[in-house]
C-alpha cells in the first residue's frame, strides 16, 4: 500500500483508532494483521518470504542465547539466509549477465519481480540476530511480537532500518492515546506528505525527461535536472521516513530519525552522519567498526571505507551506476579525511557545502541514472555547460511540469522548505508551543497538497531497494 494512496487515507484511521480502542494484550495482533494486510497491497505471494524470514531468524536468536558452542555457527546461519534470500532475488540476475557477458556464456536469468522493501526488513531482521549474539540484547520469546519487529507496517518497506533495543520495549509498553502524540505525529505526515507530492512528484517528469534523454536537451537543462533530481530524491526519501515516523508517532511509537537537514551540510562526513541515518549507522556498527573502523592506519581506514561504500551502493542497487556512486562517496570521505586531518569541526562553512554539494549532486547522477552509459551521457551534455550559448529549452506541456510558471512555483516551494526545516527541529516537535502556528502549519500544508499535490499513486523511489 502507497502512503500516497486513498487505501491508506482510510487504512491509517482505521488502525489507529482501533489500536486504542483494542486492550493492550490484543494489540500486537491488530498491528500485525494490519502490517500483513498492508504488504498484500504488493504481491501478497511475497508475504511468504517474510515469514521465512522471521521464522528463521527467530529461531536463530533462540540458539545463539542458549550459547551451547555452536551460536556462531547459528548466526552464520541466520545471516547466510538473509542474505542469500537478498542474492537470489536481488543479484542473482546482475551477476549472471555479467558473467554472460565477459565470459560468452548464455546461463538463464530469473524471471520474477523484486519484492518491495526486501533490502530493509533483511537488514532489520538481521540487526536482531547480531545484537542477540553480542549479548546485547535477549532473544525475543513472543514469536508475534517478533514478527511485529520485522512487519510493522510505517517503516516496512523503506525504514528507518530499527534496532531491537528500540523497538521491543515500545512493543510491549502499553500506549495511552495521547493528543500531543496525534498533532505531532499528523503535524509530520503533513509535512512528508507536502515533501512528496507537492515538490518530489512534481518535479519527477521534468527529471525523467532529462535522464531518459539527454542528448535531446541544452546543457544547461540538464544541469538543472541534476540539481532537480537532487531535490526530488531528498524530498521523496525523506518525506516517507516523515510519514512513517509521524503515522507511528500517533500510536505512542518512536521511530529513530532518519533525515536531519543533509543537504545544510558543510562537509561529506557530515552529510554521511545526517543522510538515511539508520542505514549509514547499521553498516558503521555491523560493518566499518568490526572491519577495525578508523582506530588503524591510514590506509586500512580508507580500505574500511571502501568496502562500506562499496556495499552501500550495492544495497541500494545492483547495477554499475550504483557501485560507481557507492565508491565516488568511500573516495570522497578519504579524501576529505585526508586534507581534514584531526581538524574535523563541524562549523559551516559556505565553501565547504558548496563544494560538498557540488559533489553529492554530481554523484546522483550515478544513482539516477538508468545505467553506467546513460549516466556517462548525461554528464557528457552537461560538462558543455560551459560552452553553452542557448537559453533554457522549453518543454512540452507533460515534460515541463505545465510550464515555467510552475517550475516557479516548484523553486518557490523547495526554497521555503529548505529555509523552514533549517529553523526548526527535524521532527517538528518544537511548533507545538505555539498552538496557533500549528493550526496554521497544518491548514496552509493541507491546502497546498490538495491544490497542487501530485495525486497519481507515484511509488516512492526507495521502494525499489
Excluded at 497491497?41 to 517474510?50: E, G, S, T
Aim: charge should be positive.
Amino acid at each position: 500500500m502507497l502512503f500516497n494512496s486513498i487505501a491508506f487515507v482510510i487504512f491509517f484511521p482505521v488502525v489507529t483508532i482501533l489500536f486504542f480502542l483494542l486492550p493492550h494484550r490484543f494489540r500486537w495482533m491488530l498491528l500485525l494483521i494490519a502490517s500483513c494486510f498492508f504488504y498484500c497491497f504488493f504481491i501478497p505471494v511475497y508475504l511468504l518470504i517474510l515469514f521465512a524470514i522471521i521464522l528463521i531468524d527467530y529461531t536463530a536468536g533462540l540458539l545463539i542465547e542458549k550459547n551451547n558452542g555452536y551460536k556462531k555457527i547459528w548466526l552464520l546461519a541466520s545471516i547466510t539466509a538473509n542474505l542469500s534470500v537478498l542474492g537470489i532475488f536481488k543479484y542473482y540476475n546482475f551477476f549472471i549477465s555479467n558473467i554472460n557477458d565477459v565470459s560468452g556464456t548464455h546461463f538463464t536469468l530469473l524471471n520474477f519481480i523484486l519484492p518491495i522493501g526486501l533490502s530493509f526488513h533483511t537488514f532489520q531482521a538481521m540487526s536482531y540476530t547480531i545484537e542477540v549474539y553480542k549479548g546485547k540484547f535477549p532473544a525475543e520469546r513472543h514469536l508475534g511480537i517478533y514478527a511485529l519487529y520485522v512487519m510493522f507496517y510505517p517503516q516496512l518497506v523503506a525504514g528507518p532500518i530499527e534496532r531491537p533495543q528500540h523497538m521491543f520495549p515500545q512493543f510491549k509498553k502499553q500506549q495511552h492515546f495521547n493528543w500531543q502524540n496525534i498533532l505531532d505525529g499528523v503535524r509530520l505526515m503533513l509535512w512528508g506528505f507536502f515533501k512528496k507530492l507537492v515538490i518530489a512528484d512534481r518535479i519527477s517528469s521534468y527529471v525523467a525527461a532529462i535522464f531518459n534523454s539527454p542528448e535531446k536537451y541544452a546543457p544547461v537543462n540538464v544541469c538543472i535536472g541534476i540539481v532537480l533530481f537532487s531535490v526530488q530524491i531528498y524530498c521523496d526519501f525523506s518525506g516517507y521516513s516523515d510519514i512513517a515516523i509521524g503515522s507511528a508517532k500517533t500510536m505512542g511509537f518512536n521511530l529513530m530519525l532518519n533525515f536531519n537537514r543533509p543537504y545544510h551540510s558543510s562537509n561529506l562526513r557530515q552529510f554521511w552522519q545526517r543522510w538515511h541515518i539508520s542505514l549509514s549507522s547499521w553498516f558503521r556498527d555491523y560493518v566499518f567498526i568490526p572491519l577495525g573502523g578508523s582506530h588503524k592506519a591510514f590506509i586500512f581506514t580508507a580500505i574500511n571505507l571502501l568496502i562500506v561504500f562499496f556495499l552501500s551502493g550495492l544495497w541500494h542497487g545492483a547495477g554499475w551506476n550504483f557501485i560507481v556512486w557507492g565508491l565516488l562517496h568511500g573516495i570522497g570521505l578519504i579524501v576529505y579525511n585526508l586534507i581534514s586531518g584531526r581538524n574535523r569541526k563541524d562549523n559551516f562553512s559556505f565553501i565547504g557545502w558548496f563544494v560538498t554539494m557540488l559533489f553529492v549532486f554530481f554523484s546522483w547522477v550515478f544513482f539516477r541514472a538508468n545505467s553506467f552509459q546513460n549516466a556517462m551521457l548525461v554528464i557528457d551534455v552537461a560538462k558543455n555547460i560551459v560552452h553553452d550559448q542557448t537559453y533554457i529549452q522549453s518543454f512540452s506541456y507533460q515534460n515541463f511540469m505545465y510550464g515555467n510558471t510552475n517550475l516557479l512555483f516548484v523553486s518557490i516551494c523547495i526554497g521555503g522548505m529548505f529555509l523552514f526545516e533549517k529553523y526548526t527541529d527535524p521532527l517538528l516537535l518544537k511548533m507545538n508551543k505555539y498552538k496557533l502556528g500549528d493550526i496554521l502549519f497544518c491548514c496552509f500544508t493541507i491546502f497546498l497538497i490538495l491544490f497542487f499535490g501530485v495525486m497519481s499513486n507515484q511509488s516512492f523511489i526507495y521502494f525499489q531497494f
